[in-house]
């Protein structure tokens, strides 16, 4: 993940209002989705650069975003993305990724990672499958035997920087589906198990598995979509539980859930409260708060990840791009 860097020091000591001056281009275009585009465009290489190593949250969550963007139509500078391409591009070098352990976790990593390759490979950035392949089985070793994936056993509730057992063993659901390869879909089948049969004691758990399992699991599907109702803020948003204050990440796993069930009557509403409050939460810079646990405090890690996935939900709740 990389070491503490300058980065994240002066994020800590100034304002993020005044972290990156915007493209000329992007100032122009004022949709919340351009402005994300471009901060992150700056942030995603910026880590490699300053840090001669890759960190799961530029290289993996924000990269994330900027290759979903290409994938729906949106502009994305080459450049952006180049040492990231690359990168994925070798999950047997992941392991040996430079950075200080202190601030590194390779469960993490790899999820988050194969996460980012995944869609690399859905957007055309890259068209190995193989590599793919070779990130699925690195995920499989960390299968737990029920089935989930833990990053971090000791928190209670998911972060942008720990996950938690839902969206961990959803994300990497996500990177085993389609893969013909036997063994891995078996750890598939042994993830979607875990899925239905996982108790929903936060709104993150409610957005993963809901976002995992698809329409096609309706009992879990209307549990999962009458927490999050219940759930949602009278400002719009959703926080960790049922009556807390909104958070960006919270709400941005939420609203990428009720994506995939756009069409359905009962979401539009939701949608459109919780899209209007993320967007009202962005900073002029183009990110996002980041999410922490407790809330309130200041970490570069969260910043960024927070950002990429804020920035996907805005992102797939969009109507149509501009034109490139």
């Given at each position: 993940m990389g070491k503490v860097f300058d980065r994240r020091q002066f994020l800590r000591a100034a304002s993020l209002t005044a972290l990156v001056s915007i493209a000329p281009h992007a100032r122009a275009q004022t949709t919340p989705e351009v402005r994300a585009l471009a901060y992150l465009a700056q942030e995603v290489p910026a880590?490699?650069?300053?840090?001669?190593?890759?960190?799961?949250?530029?290289?993996?969550?924000?990269?994330?975003?900027?290759?979903?963007?290409?994938?729906?139509?949106?502009?994305?500078?080459?450049q952006a993305l180049s040492d990231t391409t690359d990168w994925l591009a070798q999950p047997s070098q992941w392991e040996s990724n430079r950075g200080d352990p202190q601030f590194s976790d390779k469960k993490l990593a790899r999820l988050?990672?194969?996460?980012?390759?995944?869609?690399?490979?859905?957007?055309?950035?890259?068209?190995?499958?193989?590599?793919?392949?070779?990130?699925?089985?690195l995920l499989v070793k960390d299968?737990?035997?029920?089935?989930?994936?833990?990053?971090?056993?000791?928190?209670?509730?998911?972060?942008?920087v720990t996950y938690g057992a839902a969206l961990a063993t959803a994300t990497a659901r996500r990177v085993l589906a389609g893969l013909p390869d036997a063994q891995?879909?078996?750890?598939?089948?042994?993830?979607?198990?875990?899925?239905?049969?996982?108790?929903?004691?936060?709104?993150?758990?409610?957005?993963?598995?809901?976002?995992?399992?698809?329409?096609?699991?309706?009992e879990k599907r209307r549990e999962c979509l009458a927490f999050i109702r219940s759930a949602q803020s009278s400002d719009g948003g959703w926080?960790?539980?049922a009556h807390a204050p909104p958070e960006p990440f919270d709400t941005a796993m939420v609203l990428l859930a009720l994506a995939n069930l756009r069409g359905a009557p009962e979401t539009a509403s939701l949608i459109d409260r919780g899209r209007a409050w993320l967007v009202g939460s962005q900073?002029?810079?183009?990110?996002?708060?980041?999410?922490?646990?407790?809330?309130?405090?200041?970490?570069?890690?969260?910043?960024?990840?927070?950002?990429g996935w804020a920035t996907l939900a805005l992102l797939r709740t969009a109507g149509r791009p501009p034109a490139r």
């Open positions: 880590w490699s650069a300053e840090n001669r190593c890759f960190s799961c949250h530029n290289n993996g969550d924000a990269a994330r975003a900027l290759y979903a963007a290409h994938r729906l139509g949106w502009r994305v500078p080459r988050q990672f194969a996460a980012a390759l995944a869609e690399a490979l859905e957007a055309g950035w890259l068209n190995d499958r193989a590599a793919l392949g070779q990130a699925a089985s299968q737990q035997p029920d089935g989930s994936w833990q990053v971090d056993a000791e928190a209670s509730i998911g972060s942008p891995l879909q078996k750890a598939a089948a042994r993830a979607d198990a875990w899925l239905l049969a996982a108790p929903l004691l936060s709104v993150l758990d409610a957005a993963a598995i809901l976002t995992a399992l698809g329409p096609d699991r309706s926080g960790p539980r900073l002029p810079s183009g990110g996002w708060p980041g999410t922490t646990r407790p809330p309130g405090g200041q970490s570069y890690a969260q910043h960024i990840s927070t950002t």
